[in-house]
Structure formats: C-alpha cells, structure tokens
C-alpha cells in the first residue's frame, strides 16, 4: 500500500436509484381522493344511508312487513270506517287515529334507524395492551389465565366478560349481538320486528312504540266494532251487516295477534320499573336462577318512580362511534434525503486506507 494512488471519486456523478413505481394511495381514500366516513369502514354487521346518519341491521328482518300491517291497516280504517263514525258519533275519531298513527310510526322509525348504544372495537394499541395485562394476571400452570374481571357496584360484585371480537372488557350491561357483530351498552334484545338491536340509546323509542301500538290496535279494534254495531242496529243483523259493511276489510288486521302487544307492553312496563332487561331476566341474572344467592338487582334505586325516570327520560347518552366522522389517514413517509458523501484528502498510506474503507461502508449504507 506504499505506491498505492487514491483517486477521487467525486459524489455527483454517482448514479443514485429512482423509484419506478408510483406510490400507492392511502387505504383510507377512494379513488377519487376524497377521504372515508367511519361509517364506509365499520367492521359491524350493519347498514348506513343518508352519509351514516341513518343505521340500520344487515338483517332487517321482518321491519317492512311491521311498517306495512301498520300503515295498511291505519289506512283501510280512515277510507271505511271513519266517515261513518264521523257521521254517527264525532269528529274527533280520525283525529285520534291520525295522532296514534303517527306516534307509532315515528317511534319505529326512531327505533329502526338510530344507533343503540354500540360501543366501538378497541384498536389494535389497546388490544395488545388487554392482551398484556392477561398475560401478566396469568399463573404459571397450564391453564389459560381467566379472561374475566370483577367490579363492585353499590356493595355487590359484578363479572365483566372479555369479547374475543370486540378485544375488550365488556362495561356492564354490555352484551355482544350475534346478529349485528356488535357490543351494545345495556343489551335488551335484538328485534326483529323493528330490524335493529334495543339498548341504551333507543329503549325508550322501543317502549314508546310498543305502548302507542298498542292504543292504536285497541282503538282501531274499538271502532271496528262500534262501527259494526250500529249498522247491526237497522234490523239486519251482525251477519248481514258484516257482508255489506265496508269495515269488513280491516276488521281481520285488527285482529292480528291482539294480545300479544298487550302481553309486551305489561312485560317490558315491569322492566323498566325494575330497572332491568330482556337479557337480564331471561338468565336470571339477579334472581337466582343460575344457583346464586339472590342478592338483588345492583341497577335498581328501589323505587319505582325513580326507575322509570331512570329509564325512560334520562338524558339522551351520546353515540360512541361517531360514524359521520372522517377515518384518519396514516402521512406518508417522508422520502429518503441523499446524503453528503464526505471528501477525501489521501496525506498517507495510513490515512488512505481508512479513508477508503469508510467510503466503501458510506456507499453500501
């Protein structure tokens, strides 16, 4: 290395690699460029219109069939039975009937078309945090750690369940719905009639809907009959007047199932002032059906006032997966700097060598 010559290389005239191919757009925008709703991304089984403002199941079950009886048979009563009653005995009758028609309507529609109290999926930070600590909470023998916690609400201890697919404890109340693949907060049931799950945050609509139904079909069924009395009357007959009325045509609606609605708003009147749920009275969760000792309903205020008011004109909680809300787009990353290849000055044989060493490890980096 005694005779040995350095030539300069001069950093410049190095070919440095181009990228060929275009970057790839963010998997959060479409290809228009406009960026997604939470709502387009929402790993639930649901269904969104009006830009998310509306949330509905997948499954909607029997909702049109629910939403037809009722406006069928609100309508076959206004064309034949209303101008009769009006004539015979008041005015007031298709006003009542318009404004039971109508409260029912709106209260399905608010059940069927806002969210219940879903509560969002954790993050995969949050999940493996959760999965951490039950690995920790873990003993060292074979057996699985539980994936169960416990909380004291008013002196009684409560078991929080894990959801393997939400990747979070369950808050209390909370249960997971098989048919819409979501955690909703203060589970009642999943209805078919209404097309979405019943719980925190559209109860009272359900409610509502159940209880005005139910004053519909009584009067409805009422009318009916008084309609169907008075032309009796004439001397011809039930028969007779049955086959030459026209409130032969909603009579057989009225008829559908007119005691089960009563039978539901009785059931769901006892929920609500027992602070309770569907699901919770099915299992038994405070009545000792599973072989536990009763030890009351921790929910309950002991009071049937207070219940109701708890229940049914609390404030409105807020949704928690804001799906009108903009899906964060992960910044590219910034693009490679080229850096500064040093200068070499060769002053010896010594300095030349590691001069050229720590060119060769600058190049390959």
């Known amino acids: 290395m005694k005779n040995c010559e350095y030539q ?40 969104f219109y009006c830009d998310g403002r509306i949330i509905v199941a997948r499954q909607m079950g029997v909702l049109p069939l629910t939403l037809g009886l009722i406006l069928v048979t609100s309508s076959l009563f206004f064309i034949f039975d209303c101008p009769f009653l009006v004539a015979h005995l008041t005015g007031c009758i298709p006003a009542i009937g318009g404004l039971l028609c109508v409260f029912v309507v709106v209260s399905l529609l608010q059940t069927s078309f806002s969210d219940p109290g879903i509560l969002p999926r954790a993050t ?13 909470s873990g003993s060292s023998s074979y057996r699985p750690p539980p994936r169960t916690r416990e909380v004291l609400i008013r002196q009684q201890v409560v078991k929080l369940k894990y959801c393997f697919t939400c990747k979070m404890f369950r808050p209390p109340r909370t249960s997971h ?18 097309g979405n799950c019943v719980g925190k945050r559209n ?22 009959i008084t309609h169907l009395t008075l032309r009796s009357q004439s001397g011809k007959g039930l028969v007779l007047a049955l086959q030459e009325s026209p409130a032969r045509y909603p009579l057989p609606l009225s008829f559908i199932n007119p005691h089960a609605i009563p039978e539901r708003v009785c ?9 309770l749920t569907t699901n919770e009275d ?24 207070t219940n109701c008011c708890v229940v049914l004109c609390g404030p409105m909680p807020p949704s928690l997966i804001d799906r009108r809300g903009f899906v964060l787009t992960d910044t ?24 050229c060493q720590e060119f060769a490890l600058t190049c390959t980096a």
């Not at 995969?124 to 920790?136: C, L």
């Not at 719905?177 to 209404?194: G, M, Q």
């Open 8 to 47: 300069q290389i001069d950093p410049r005239a190095l070919s440095t690699p181009t990228p060929t191919t275009t970057p790839l757009p963010p998997p959060c925008a479409k290809k228009t460029g406009r960026p997604r709703r939470k709502w387009e991304v929402f790993p639930g089984r649901n269904r």
């Open 124 to 136: 995969p930070e949050e999940a493996a945090d959760i999965e951490k600590q039950i690995d920790n």
């Open 177 to 194: 719905c098989s048919l819409c693949d979501n955690c909703v907060e203060r589970f009642d049931h999943h209805c078919p009639w209404v």
């Open 203 to 224: 109860y009272r609509f359900f409610y509502t809907f159940i209880v005005s139904l139910s004053f519909l079909t009584t009067f409805i069924f009422g009318c009916v």
């Open 267 to 275: 059931f769901h009147t006892y929920l609500v002032a027992s602070n």
């Open 282 to 305: 099915i299992k038994g969760s405070w009545s000792g059906k599973r072989g536990a000792v009763d030890s009351g309903n921790p929910y309950s205020y002991n009071n049937i006032f």
């Open 332 to 355: 590219p990353p910034a693009a490679p700097q080229e850096a500064e290849l040093p200068h070499f000055v060769a002053k010896n044989d010594a300095n030349m060598e590691e001069s």
